[in-house]
């Protein structure tokens, strides 16, 4: 009995090895199909964001779906630029009122430095705020309502 369920479960097993392909797949499951051409995902082809695109070779053209996550993404960089340049505008307008209100946060130039973070405790320990020494919107709301 055991040499017919081991027969049976090498029956199941030997055409998914032979089916197998030995390259690396994405996190959606996706691979590079180098024999068929284009791009094959396993889970039939359930992938979020996807694009058509043309095989790279000059064979039959063939379209498929590609994950976003594989695209190059320079809005990626954009964003990261915008998001830095709004921090260090936050940082910059918190030195300023900090200045303003006799807390010594340097000169104010967007960068969060040692200084910078010492008076934002301090400002934090005068009003009974949550001492984190961060720049947050929220500091800043209560900053610019101290200023006036």
Do not use: W
């Not at 199941?12 to 959606?28: Q, W």
């Not at 695109?53 to 053209?61: I, Q």
């Not at 430095?113 to 209560?142: P, R, T, W």
């Amino acid at each position: 009995m055991e040499i017919k369920n081991a027969l049976l479960l090498c029956l199941f097993l030997i055409p998914s090895l032979v089916l197998a392909h030995g390259g690396r797949t994405d996190k959606y499951g996706c691979h590079n199909d180098r024999k068929n051409g284009g791009y094959y995902c396993h889970n039939s082809g359930t992938i979020p964001q996807t694009q058509n695109f043309r095989a790279s070779d000059n064979s039959a053209a063939t379209n498929s779906t590609r994950p976003q996550s594989l695209k190059t993404q320079p809005a990626n960089s954009q964003m990261r630029e915008t998001n830095l340049a709004a921090y260090k505008k936050l940082v910059l307008e918190t030195q300023s009122a900090l200045n303003k209100l006799g807390y010594n946060a340097g000169n104010p130039d967007g960068v969060l430095g040692k200084q910078s973070i010492k008076a934002i405790q301090h400002f934090q320990v005068d009003n009974e705020m949550v001492v984190d020494g961060k720049v947050s919107h929220l500091l800043l709301e209560v900053l610019l309502g101290k200023v006036g």
